[in-house]
Each structure stands twice: as structure tokens, then as C-alpha cells.
């Protein structure tokens, strides 16, 4: 079976499921099914059929998992937002359907990934931009500051960040791997490159201590961190940069601490939440509540008790940060395993992306995308759980969003252009390779 | 390069499989725990979004009711305040109790023994219905009680003695159910316990009230006859001490069945002796003192009746001199009982020495309407013999006609009881009365207690024994 047919075969197989569960839902809610339930779960399929078109003519050598992944997870959100907040539902629809035509324009525009490799200063000034805008023009919500408020939206621009940085720094790392992994002095017996190229390291440092004291928010910084540290680390296979990142931002994350009243209260919220249990540790309290109500498989999509009887969700935020802790009560502790496994076989099909990617650019954006992915993912589950300290983080394609779905539908198309790139080149007919050479 | 990259695959996928631990471990492991904590305020949520099972008395009126405000169901009490001791309180803040708390899960229909309705309800996600709850409570009766009560401390409780159904239990001091959560601070802290189940946790000293046991067990073993004849001196001098009578009364020659019915002390202070402590607590053990009566209550609402040292209820081969046997015989000493033991002793003599299985749940109909548990009356224990409980009766009739408890007597109804006045050595009393009625065939027993008086028992508690047992014969139908 082609590649294409695959990913159909599974679109429709996740079609099924997501049209169960907002069924559930819905009958659960108004006791009965109409055309306008139907309608909306017809316009659902019909983006990601669409979707799945345009890879079959744009990139039909791409990888054919990474689209049903998306849209099962999408239907999830979408469903678990609906039964929360059904305004918000429709919302979160028209942001999908933006993120739709983001997804569109970024193929038919990009076409080959290749081609972001010579704009990657103006990528890494556009993610730099945005991350001083954010801290510039920035709203506190919740205590965060990560969200600018304009032209009558809330964007969150460290979503496309994210995304900006990753190409830059797949794109410099690249080049300048040999540099950064020759040791020309030893300090206390540990080899180390020429100073001038731990300037980015730096920089990097810099702004992750900037967005932990500015933003005031531990995940987006150790996110941002992190993605620095592994690309260093893949692109020159150096450990010394990993204990180096990790060193300087365990004592960034000291300071921020010490010095900035809301990540200490998050700390201190995490080692103990119970004497907060009225105060800063609800939030985080109820949240466990509602995940350890879930039981083993839940009572169904629709029928936890995630709203009091005034409709005000049991857990704030719920729809967004928190959207697992619903899915986790809704569907139980069979379902939320199924939904963390979702998520590492997106991470794994990245990761596989980029190993079997020929040239280093693509293998470090693949990777740095499937990392950054896979890491938010971890930062916001691992918060709601009480694994690690709570940030306000979204959960890719569940939470409600408009920033987080567009900018990661984006990643997929990016993931997509470089597995296409890579089947071509590896196993591709000459009429592919041609076409593809085309397109540089 | 690809090294580094599966490397760092790893890394991602250690992270992910701590997350699947942490979650295995908050919902498999500790979701009891988490359901369990105080903070955790889910289930009374939950619970509050399901109409409670209404609490209806035995003729069908609603006690406790369930009203819809703001989509939460709240308790209310069309008959005001009826048995709030008993029946108990719902409340978010305050939780449960009495009734309230035991049949809690038929209540709000999560019973397990509701029916295929209840488990189809569930599966499609619908709200479970609360079963209702019939009590075997008479209001009109209770009423009555209540009435008797007010302005004083005191417990009144009534049996069906053939059944061992509850037909009323009131409290007093009392409190409003409907204004529990406003009151509570003032409740909890009011010297006279308005919170407190009088007849099921209050322990009094039984005084005189508590010869009947004795004389049961003296009657039982053969010890004495209702005509073994005593001599009393006003005192009874026993092991270095002595047992007078209530207010230094001398009696001279009497027999055993007028000792009952003026309740000389000395009398059954030598028949307790004659008793032994052995003999004497047995027959308690066989009324049922010395262990939890089994109506249904939460921890603690419930109390067992028997001997009571500093450290609780004594066990029953506790060392007991002959004064001390003598002092118990007369109801003093550290024999202390609830006014649900004692309304069991009338019973126990009213039903032929059967004490009946209290109970006060006559019927639990599911919101589907279907009977799920109706009242099956059960045999607890067996006091004395039939001949035995006979000639109590005749004895206790004595009292009410001839002795002291005339103040009972009724217009056309026979009464037998016993009257009990304690002593408490702070200048007030604690007045006593068991009784039951119609003698001949009886249909209630009852045990009432005044707190605080200056009055006997056949002042004080005699008189409104009567107003009950007359209003409760004249109900169209009892339990």
C-alpha cells in the first residue's frame, strides 16, 4: 500500500474514533443526535481529508502517520473542549481551520524545506523578535507573561517562536558543528571549543534567564533551553554542552526562585501543594482530584463531573493548560496512557524522520521540531501530574488555543516536507528527484 | 549525528514513560487516597447534583425533603423540626449524620441493592435517583413527644415491643435541621448538647426504673416469688455500707410485688444479693446491656449500656462487692443506660420476654418506584421466661393502679411501668418512667427521661409517658 493510502486508511480509522467520542458527548449533553451535530463533525473530517489531498499532490512521499496522529489528537481537544465550554468549541474550530490554511500556505509556499536553510538569520531574528515582543507588549495572565493582546486576538507568540528558533538553529548548528565540536583548550582536564563560539550558548542562557524573570514562566524557558542544549548536542555530539546548559540553567532556574515571586510560589506549590490547598495550590490540587477520579477507563466522553452545577469547570483553565486533566478523568487511565502513547509515536516518528534524513540541516530541524514537541507535551502533562513544577503550557493540538494549533499544524508540515525530501531522495523515481530539484 | 539523535530519542521516551508511571500511580494506586483527602470535595459535588431520596415517616409525610436551587439539591422540612437526632443532617460543610449518613447510599441511589434502573441509569450516563426512605417514625406521635420535651432536657423513646419498630424518639433540647449551617457554631458549643441523640448516646444512671431487671432476674432464677415476703427497716446494711430508701421512707413487712410497686430499695438491694453479681449481669446481658444495640448507625450513634468505669463500659465479670451488687440491683452504682436500653427492657416484658431486633426502616422504594428492602421484624434476644415476663406484667400494673406511678394511668387503658428517680448529688434529679400499654396486649413501650428536676419519676416523667402512649394509641395504624 502506498504512503498516501496508509495515512488515508488511518485518517479514516481516526475519523471513526473522534466521531464516537464527540457523540458521546453531544448525546450526553442533549440527550439526542441532530443534523447540526452531524454538520459539525462532517466539517472536521473534511479539513483533514482535505489535508491529506494536498500531501497526495504536494508530498506524496511524506510520512503517513503524522496526519492521523494529528487529527485524532485534534478531535480529542476539540471534543474535550466542547464538552466543557461549547462556545469555545466553535472557537477552536475556526482556529483549526486558520491552522488548516497555515499548513496549506506552508507547503505551497516552502515546497522544500531546504530552501528555509538560507533564511535562517531572518528565522532566528523573527523567533528572537517575538520573544522581546512577548516580554515588551506582553499581558500577565495568571502570572505569566506570555500573550499579546492584539487586533481583538490573544496571540501566543511563543508558539511560532518555537518554531522560528528551531530553524535557525538547525540551520547555524549545521554549519558550524566542526567549529563547536574541535576542543582547542582543555579547562581542569575537560575539552572545550574556541570561547568565541560559546557566544549562542550564551545568548541562548541569556534569554531562557530573561523569559524565567520577565515572562515570569519556568516552562517556556526550560522548553526553549532545552531545545538549545539537545541541537547542540545532536549537531556535535558533545556531552560537554549538555552538562554546560544543564549546569547554567538549574542555576538560572535558583535565581528565578529566589528572586521572582511567582515561580517561587510554583515551586513551593510543587514540593507540598497541600498547606495551599484553599490558595495557590487549588489549581494544582484539583487537578490531581480529577485526574485520580478518572479510575481505570473513566466514565466516557461526556459523562465525568468536570463542570460544578453553576458550569464553571472543577479545575480553572480547564479547557486549556489543564485539558488533560479532563481527558484523563473522562477516559481513564487506559484512555490518557493511550493518548501520552499518541504523543510518542509522533515523537518517534520525528525522530525517525530525522535519522533517516540526508543531509544534517534536515536531520537537526527534524529533530529539534520532534523534540520540542515531545518536550512541551512532557512540561504540561508532567505539571498537571505533579511530576514536575506547574507552567502554563499548552498540550499540542488538545488544548484550546488558536497560537498552539496553527503553530504546530505548521510542524507537521515542516515534518512532512523533510520525510518527503528524505523518501525521494533515498528511494525515489527519477521523475521525483527531478521534481524536487525543481523546486529549490 | 544519528547517535546523538537516537540518544536523545531515549531521553524523550525515559520522560514519557515517567509520565505513564506517575499517572499509573495517581489513578490506580492513590485514587482512593486522593478521593478520600478533605480538600477533595468532588463527591459531595457530585452527590449534590442527584435528587436525594425524600425521608418520609410512617404515614407517608415527608420529613426531609429535596429541593432543586442553582442546580444543587438541598435538604428541606415541611414538618419543621421532626427527630433531627435521629434522622440527621446533609450538609456540605458539616457532612452527615444520624440517618442521613447510614442510608446515605440508598439515598442517593448509588446502592448497589437498587436494581437493574439504577445500574441502567448509570450506564447511560444518567443521573442516578435517590431511593426514599419510609421510616417506621409516627409524627403525629413524635409530635407529641417533642411537645412533651419542650423547654426541658430530657429523651423520650417508644417501641412497638411485638416488632421492635422505633415509633418515635425525640431529644431535648432540639435544634432546626434547615438551619444547621448558620446555627452550627452555636450548636456545637451549647452546654446542653442539642447535636446529641439523647436516646441512642445519652448514658443515665436508670435509678429504680432499672428494677425491673433485677426483679426479672430474681423471678427468673427462682430467688423470689411476686408474695416472698421482706421486712424493711428503712436500711440494709451491707459489707461495711448500707442501702436506704428514696426520702428515708420505711416500709415494715412487705412482699416482693409491693417492693416493686412503692420501689423499696432495701428489698431489691437483698435480692440482688441473693442474685450474686453473676446472676444479676447475665439478665442484663440478656435485656441486651453490655452491647450495641443493632439499629443501624453510624459509628457512634449508637452507645452500649452496662457498668461504666473511668476508662468506658466495664466488661461483664468486673469485680463487684456485695454493696456494690446491692446499690446496681436499685439502678445506682455504675450501671448507666441509654433510654433506648430501657424502652428494650419494657419491651422485652410486654413481648413474653422476647426483646425484638430495633429497627426503623420500614420500607426503601426505589425512584423507580419498586420496593427495594422492606421492615422484617427479627427476634434479638430472650429476656426470661414467658411465666416470668407474665408476672412482671401484673407486677407493673401494680404500679401504675396502686404505687408509684399513678400519674400514668389512663382512662380505659391499662399501663404498667416503673418509675426511676437518680439521685445526681448536685440537689436535682433525673426522673425515670418505662412503660407499656395496653397491658393486657401490648402495642407500644416506652422510656422517657426528664434531666435536671426536682420532681420523682412519677412526677415528672410518668404523666407525659401517658400524653404519649395515649396520643399513639389513638393513631389509625402503628408499625
Known amino acids: 500500500m502506498s504512503r498516501r493510502n496508509v495515512e488515508l486508511l488511518f485518517l479514516v ?74 462556545a469555545l468549541a466553535l472557537t477552536q474550530g475556526q482556529w483549526l481551520l486558520v491552522g488548516a490554511g497555515l499548513f496549506v500556505l506552508t ?16 528565522m532566528g531574528a523573527i523567533g528572537l523578535a517575538l520573544l522581546v515582543a512577548t516580554i515588551v ?68 542562557w541569556a534569554l531562557s534567564l530573561a523569559m524565567l524573570i520577565f515572562m515570569k514562566d519556568f516552562g517556556m524557558a526550560l522548553l526553549f533551553m532545552s531545545i538549545f542544549v539537545a541541537l547542540m548536542y545532536m549537531a556535535t555530539t558533545r556531552i560537554v554542552y549538555v552538562v554546560l546548559g544543564g549546569g547554567l540553567f538549574a542555576a538560572a532556574a535558583a535565581i528565578a526562585v529566589a528572586v521572582v515571586p511567582h515561580v517561587h510560589d510554583r515551586f513551593t506549590t510543587w514540593l507540598d501543594p497541600w498547606p495551599h490547598a484553599a490558595t495557590s495550590g487549588y489549581q494544582l490540587l484539583q487537578s490531581l482530584f480529577t485526574i485520580a477520579d478518572g479510575g481505570i477507563v473513566g466514565a466516557g466522553f461526556g459523562r465525568g463531573f468536570l463542570l460544578y452545577a453553576n458550569r464553571q469547570p472543577v479545575v480553572p483553565d480547564l479547557q486549556t493548560d489543564f485539558i488533560f486533566s479532563a481527558v484523563a478523568n473522562e477516559i481513564g487511565l487506559l484512555g490518557a496512557a493511550a493518548v501520552i502513547l499518541l504523543f510518542v509515536l509522533f515523537m518517534w516518528r520525528g525522530f525517525r524522520i530525522a535519522v533517516w534524513a540526508p543531509d544534517g540541516f534536515s536531520k537537526l530541524l527534524a529533530a529539534g521540531l520532534a523534540f520540542a514537541f515531545g518536550l512541551q507535551t512532557f512540561i504540561i502533562i508532567g505539571g498537571v501530574t505533579r511530576l514536575i513544577p506547574l507552567t502554563g503550557i499548552t498540550l499540542p493540538f488538545v488544548s484550546y488555543g488558536g497560537s498552539s494549533i496553527t503553530a504546530n499544524l505548521v510542524l507537521v508540515a515542516l515534518l512532512l516536507m523533510v520525510s518527503h525530501r528524505t523518501n525521494v531522495v533515498r528511494e525515489g523515481t527519477d521523475l521525483e528527484r527531478r521534481r524536487l530539484a525543481a523546486r529549490g | 549525528m544519528n547517535r546523538a539523535i537516537s540518544r536523545i530519542f531515549i531521553v524523550g521516551v525515559i520522560l514519557f514513560v515517567a509520565l505513564l508511571v506517575n499517572l499509573t500511580w495517581i489513578m490506580a494506586g492513590r485514587a482512593q487516597w486522593f478521593a478520600d ?25 415527608t420529613i426531609a425533603g429535596s429541593v432543586r436551587r442553582s442546580g444543587y439539591y438541598y435538604r428541606d422540612y415541611p414538618q419543621g423540626t421532626l427527630a433531627p437526632q435521629l434522622v440527621g443532617y446533609d450538609s456540605v460543610r458539616y457532612g452527615r449524620s444520624g440517618i442521613e449518613d447510614e442510608l446515605n447510599d440508598q439515598l442517593t441511589g448509588q446502592s448497589t441493592d437498587l436494581g437493574v434502573q439504577s445500574w441502567i441509569d448509570r450506564l447511560l450516563g444518567r443521573k442516578p435517583k435517590g431511593a426514599s426512605v419510609q421510616l417506621t417514625l409516627v409524627p403525629a406521635v413524635q409530635k407529641e413527644a417533642q411537645k412533651a420535651l419542650a423547654g426541658q432536657k430530657g429523651a423520650i423513646v417508644m417501641l412497638d415491643p411485638k416488632t421492635g419498630a422505633l415509633i418515635a424518639s425525640a431529644s431535648a433540647p432540639t435544634y432546626d435541621p434547615a438551619n444547621l449551617e448558620d446555627d452550627w457554631a452555636r450548636l456545637s458549643n451549647d452546654p446542653g448538647a442539642p447535636l446529641l441523640d439523647r436516646p441512642t448516646q445519652g448514658l443515665y444512671p436508670p435509678g429504680s426504673a432499672f428494677k425491673v431487671v433485677t426483679a426479672t432476674s430474681g423471678l427468673d432464677y427462682g430467688k423470689v416469688t411476686p408474695d416472698t415476703k421482706f421486712i424493711d427497716t428503712g436500711t440494709y446494711v451491707v459489707f461495711g455500707g448500707k442501702v436506704t430508701n428514696y426520702g428515708g421512707a420505711v416500709f415494715g413487712p412487705n412482699d416482693f410485688t409491693t417492693a416493686l410497686t412503692y420501689s423499696i430499695n432495701t428489698t431489691f438491694a437483698k435480692v440482688g444479693n441473693l442474685l450474686g453479681r453473676k446472676r444479676l449481669v447475665s439478665s442484663m446481658q440478656r435485656f441486651g446491656f453490655y452491647q450495641t444495640p443493632p439499629l443501624p448507625l453510624p459509628q457512634g450513634g449508637i452507645v452500649p449500656s452496662g457498668r461504666y468505669g473511668k476508662t468506658g463500659l466495664l466488661s461483664p465479670d468486673d469485680f463487684m462487692d456485695p454493696l456494690a451488687v446491692a446499690w446496681a440491683a436499685c439502678g445506682q452504682e455504675q450501671v448507666l443506660s441509654t433510654p433506648l436500653q430501657m424502652a428494650l427492657v419494657a419491651a422485652g416484658v410486654a413481648n413474653g420476654g422476647r426483646v425484638m431486633k430495633p429497627y426503623y426502616t420500614q420500607q426503601i422504594v426505589a425512584a423507580s418506584g419498586g420496593v427495594v428492602q422492606k421492615a422484617q ?27 408509684t406511678g399513678t400519674a400514668a394511668a389512663l382512662e380505659g387503658i391499662q399501663v404498667a411501668g416503673k418509675t426511676g428517680t437518680a439521685e445526681r448529688g448536685d440537689g436535682t434529679n433525673l426522673a425515670w418512667f418505662i412503660a407499656f400499654a395496653p397491658a393486657e396486649d401490648p402495642q407500644v413501650a416506652i422510656a422517657v427521661v426528664i434531666e435536671d428536676t426536682q420532681s420523682t419519676g412519677g412526677e415528672a416523667a410518668a404523666p407525659i409517658a401517658a400524653a404519649v402512649i395515649k396520643t399513639a394509641l389513638a393513631q389509625p395504624s402503628l408499625p
Open chain 2, 37 to 61: 483527602r478533605p480538600e477533595n470535595k468532588r463527591g459531595i459535588a457530585k452527590e449534590m447534583r442527584i435528587k436525594r431520596g425524600d425521608i418520609l415517616g410512617f404515614d407517608g409525610s
Open chain 1, 107 to 122: 507547503v505551497l509556499f516552502v515546497r522544500d524545506h531546504m530552501k528555509l536553510d538560507r533564511y535562517r538569520y531572518i
Open chain 1, 137 to 204: 507588549l506582553g499581558t500577565t495572565v495568571n502570572g505569566s507573561k506570555l500573550w499579546i493582546h492584539a487586533f481583538g486576538f490573544s496571540i501566543q507568540p511563543s508558539e511560532f517562536a518555537k518554531l522560528a528558533i528551531v530553524i535557525f538553529l538547525a540551520g547555524y548548528l549545521d554549519d558550524k558543528k566542526v567549529l563547536l565540536s574541535v576542543p582547542t583548550h582543555h579547562v581542569l582536564g575537560v575539552p572545550l571549543p574556541a570561547a568565541k563560539y560559546f557566544g549562542p550558548l550564551l545568548v541562548m
Open chain 1, 13 to 86: 480509522i481516526a475519523g471513526a474514533v473522534s466521531t464516537m467520542a464527540y457523540v458521546s458527548v453531544y448525546a450526553g449533553r442533549f440527550r439526542e443526535i441532530n443534523r447540526v451535530s452531524i454538520i459539525y463533525g462532517l466539517v472536521f473530517v473534511g479539513i483533514f481529508f482535505l489535508l491529506h489531498l494536498l500531501v497526495r499532490f504536494a508530498l506524496p512521499q511524506a510520512d503517513p502517520f503524522l496526519l492521523p496522529i494529528t487529527a485524532l489528537l485534534a478531535a480529542i481537544g476539540l471534543t474535550e473542549i466542547f464538552r466543557i465550554r461549547p
Open chain 2, 377 to 403: 421484624p427479627q427476634q434479638w434476644l430472650v429476656a426470661m421466661k414467658a411465666a416470668t415476663a407474665a408476672q412482671l406484667n401484673t407486677m407493673m400494673q401494680r404500679v401504675v393502679n396502686a404505687g
